[in-house]
């Protein structure tokens, strides 16, 4: 942090609580408050830093495509699948074909939604990661040719957690 920007910051806060430095005063009381004002101006900043950093990814965000190969998708199918998450946690979902090859992957927050578009037509597979473990789903979603599959995430109130058998990581990004 340049000194013209430390300046400004330090001139704000002093405003911001009202505090003076003036000349006049002694100079014992200057650095009192100079101390005061370095201590919450660094404060300040982390909280700053913290706030702009520490951000959960928004849905529809790719945060795993450096684990992955590049997407699969098919401009000419127009085909497409709503992912409805209703659970309260955020998941990642994966989708593969029927071979379990990559598809595409998308994070999905809590009580949200994230249409794929674009897919090739076949049986896909879903695999998902709810930020604990691994599953993937038994079932297989079928795509068409101009058709829109939907896909909700719900809890099994007798198993009182999401549908799906459990996978490890290595299987979930390869």
């Known amino acids: 942090m ?10 704000g806060m002093t405003r911001l609580l009202g505090i003076q430095t003036e000349k006049k005063k002694k100079k014992k009381f200057n650095i009192k ?5 370095k201590k919450y101006l660094f404060l300040f900043i982390l909280l700053v ?18 684990k992955y190969p590049s997407e699969q998708i098919n401009r000419v199918s127009f085909s497409s699948l709503t992912v409805s998450n209703t659970i309260n ?3 990642i979902v994966t989708l593969r074909d029927g071979g379990r090859h990559y598809i595409s992957h998308v994070y999905i927050r ?22 604990k473990m691994y599953y993937e789903s038994p079932e297989r979603i079928p795509i068409d040719l101009n058709n829109e599959e ?25």
């Open 2 to 11: 340049g000194k013209a920007t430390f300046k400004i910051l330090f001139w």
């Open 33 to 37: 408050i100079n101390c005061f004002m």
């Open 49 to 66: 830093c913290n706030i702009v950093f520490a951000q959960r990814p928004v849905t529809g965000e790719k945060i795993f495509s450096h």
């Open 89 to 91: 946690d955020d998941i």
């Open 110 to 131: 809590a009580n949200e939604s994230y249409t794929f578009e674009n897919l090739p037509v076949g049986h896909f597979v879903y695999q998902y990661h709810n930020l």
């Open 150 to 174: 939907i896909l909700t995430f719900y809890y099994s109130a007798a198993a009182k957690k999401i549908i799906g058998f459990e996978i490890s990581e290595e299987e979930f990004f390869k």
